[in-house]
């Protein structure tokens, strides 16, 4: 059985190449991507596994990810993009959680045994999505503005190195917000859980940035490939 840890790599490795595919083929594919990993983070938020030693959820790594792509897009495309991408998630989540609920109403036909499984699921997701929503547009909102004032006093420095320091400073927000409401009435400690948290996703931040600087070849071959696609 493959072990968790290498797991996690495997997912960090496939968010960074989805990212980066994304960013050659242009401001709509990262927008896309961006929404698709916030209701990732937003729908497996719930499953805990134990990575190198800790009990935490892998859904982190969208978050970042979706972070990394609304920072490649006030870089590459101009901050009004970036906000129409922070618009755009929001909405679509919303959306999402209202077609979940509009799914549990139907009636189901037979012995419904499916529909019990929708409702253990769905049930369970959507009043989590609604809140962790609240939060991560206004973590979208507070990236977009550190990271718009790393662009115009740190300009010259790497891109790399301006989204650690801004996801770096968003996810103390992010991480304080998230534990706080998650650990609400369990009588957890906060400081544990939020150190180990905000430490699993500073690394994960790390390998994404470090992966930002990978070469990935000219826009030109790519906009050659997808001339060959038949729409």
Request: aromatic share 14%; with cysteine; proline share 1%.
């Amino acid at each position: 059985m493959i072990g968790n840890e290498l797991l996690f790599l495997m997912q960090v490795v496939v968010v960074i190449a989805a990212c980066k595919f994304c960013q050659q083929v242009g401001s709509c594919a990262l927008t896309s991507w961006l929404s698709i990993q916030v209701l990732l983070a937003n729908l497996l938020v719930l499953k805990m596994v134990n990575l190198f030693g800790l009990e935490v959820t892998v859904s982190d790594v969208y978050s970042i990810g979706s972070l990394y792509c609304l920072n490649v897009l006030s870089e590459s495309h101009g901050r009004l993009r970036a906000k129409y991408a922070v618009l755009t998630s929001f909405v679509l989540v919303f959306v999402v959680v209202g077609m979940f609920c509009l799914h549990l109403a139907f009636i189901p036909s037979g012995d419904g045994k499916e529909s019990i499984l929708y409702q253990q699921l769905l049930g369970q997701v959507w009043p989590i999505m609604l809140i962790s929503n609240l939060i991560f547009v206004l973590v979208q909102l507070f990236d977009y503005v550190v990271f718009g004032f790393l662009q115009s006093r740190y300009g010259h420095y790497r891109f790399a190195f301006r989204v650690m320091m801004s996801i770096g400073l968003t996810q103390i927000l992010d991480t304080g917000l998230f534990t706080y409401w998650a650990l609400s009435g369990l009588g957890v400690n906060f400081w544990n859980v939020f150190i180990w948290s905000y430490g699993l996703k500073m690394l994960i931040t790390l390998m994404i940035s470090a992966g930002s600087g990978l070469a990935w070849g000219r826009l030109t071959g790519m906009k050659r490939w997808v001339e060959y696609v038949q729409v």
